[in-house]
């Protein structure tokens, strides 16, 4: 119930920041999926060659880098998230929590939408368009794992 009251409190706050945090998750996961799709790309005309040139290595070794990259900034944008939702919501941590758990579904669905459409569609790997989704599962679960225990402690004093 004072997950709701915090929503309408902080209508306008909270619709901005589900959109910018959905959208540039979303460029962020755009630029992943770009990434992975060219890589596969280069990996046919890489098997038609008899040996890799020392350029080639790095282009693949910059592909890489570039995955590995990406995948921080999905971590950092949704601790960013949170923090901002904390520091917001100071008073009442748990509806924090779970409006930042809220702010996740958009982009959860659209990740998964797009992953089970790229994959019947091109030859991406489906575990490997839920990457970033999968790498964000652990904070989210401890996000609503914490929220219930502030909210029991909250019970247990008041």
């Known amino acids: 119930m004072k997950l709701f009251i ?9 619709s901005i920041f589900s959109v910018i945090y959905t959208l540039v998750m979303l460029i962020t996961y755009g630029r992943y999926v770009w990434t992975d799709h060219h890589r596969m790309e280069m990996s046919t005309y890489w098997l038609q060659k008899s040996s890799l040139a020392p350029a080639d290595l790095n282009i693949i070794k910059h592909y890489g880098k570039l995955s590995t990259n990406l995948e921080k900034l999905f971590l950092v944008a ?18 924090g929590l ?23 569609t091109t030859r991406l790997a ?10 964000t599962i652990p904070y989210i679960s401890l996000a609503l794992v914490w929220s219930g225990w502030l909210q029991l402690r909250r019970r247990n004093v008041g």
Request: charged share 10%; hydrophobic share 55%; net charge positive.
């Open 6 to 14: 915090a929503m309408k409190q902080d209508k306008i706050f909270y």
């Open 78 to 95: 949704l601790l960013t998230a949170l923090l901002i939702l904390l520091i917001r919501y100071r008073q009442n941590k748990a509806a």
């Open 98 to 120: 779970w409006l930042f758990s809220l702010a996740n579904l958009p982009f959860y669905f659209a990740v998964i939408t797009t992953s089970l459409i790229l994959s019947h």
């Open 126 to 135: 489906p575990g490997n368009l839920l990457q970033p989704l999968l790498l």
